[in-house]
């Protein structure tokens, strides 16, 4: 069993990013179970849930002319744009249903405002509006990090970048991760992670 100090986080295991799902990340529900035998070896287990309302404005159907994967300028600087996805309340929303969600201390529900988005576990992609994951990994004392979960170049990157900026020891593990790999993005990541001191055991 790891220390009460240390976190597992395990991003966006939902039908959606899984084969069949409108944002599929290749192999996504390959890493269901071991995430599963992974959590039972934490005393703190947080999953987050890209949780977007109807017409969310990362979608490609809400910008005349664009398609999805294509990037955009919004307010708070460039944004790709996404198939619809993750919508409040849908199936495609839903965590796997093999995903021993049962285990988890907090679910972290991101995403849910109408004109931003947000990868990061931690931070609204305009990197200033948090979503309290700090605070509460803090106020219980945690002081290393775990990441894990879909998709590595996306929500696992930001999250883990941003744990690692907050002052917490961040590792990602690759093996219990799938990426989207578009445009460089898995490239991108990889790089990012070193910039940030994240290890990838
Ligand atoms: C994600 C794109 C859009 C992810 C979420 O979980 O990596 N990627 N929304
Ligand atoms: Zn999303």
Redesign the pocket.
């Known amino acids: 069993m790891r220390p009460q100090t240390e976190a597992l986080i395990v991003i966006d295991i939902q039908n959606d990013f899984c084969e069949g799902g409108a944002?599929e990340v290749p192999g996504g529900s390959e890493i269901v179970q071991p995430v599963n035998a992974l959590m039972q070896d934490f005393r703190v287990v947080v999953l987050s849930q890209?949780w977007?309302p109807a017409r969310h404005s990362?979608f490609a159907s809400e910008h005349p002319g664009k398609q999805p994967l294509e990037l955009i300028e919004m307010p708070y600087g460039p944004q790709v744009l996404?198939p619809d996805?993750?919508i409040q309340g849908s199936v495609g929303a839903a965590f796997h249903p093999d995903l021993d969600v049962d285990c988890a201390d907090l679910i972290l529900r991101k995403?849910f405002r109408r004109e931003i988005?947000s990868y990061s576990a931690f931070y609204e992609n305009d990197r200033t509006t948090p979503t309290g994951l700090h605070g509460y990994l803090r106020e219980r004392g945690v002081t290393r990090v775990v990441v894990v979960g879909l998709a590595l170049d996306f929500c696992v990157q930001y999250s883990a970048v941003d744990a690692a900026t907050h002052g917490f020891e961040t590792v990602v593990l690759p093996e219990f991760c799938r990426a989207i790999d578009v445009n460089g993005s898995l490239d991108d990541a990889r790089r990012d992670f070193v910039a940030h001191g994240v290890r990838q055991e």
Do not use: K, R, Y
Request: hydrophobic share 20%; proline share 0%; glycine share 12%.
């Open positions: 944002l890209d977007h990362s996404w996805h993750c995403g988005d």
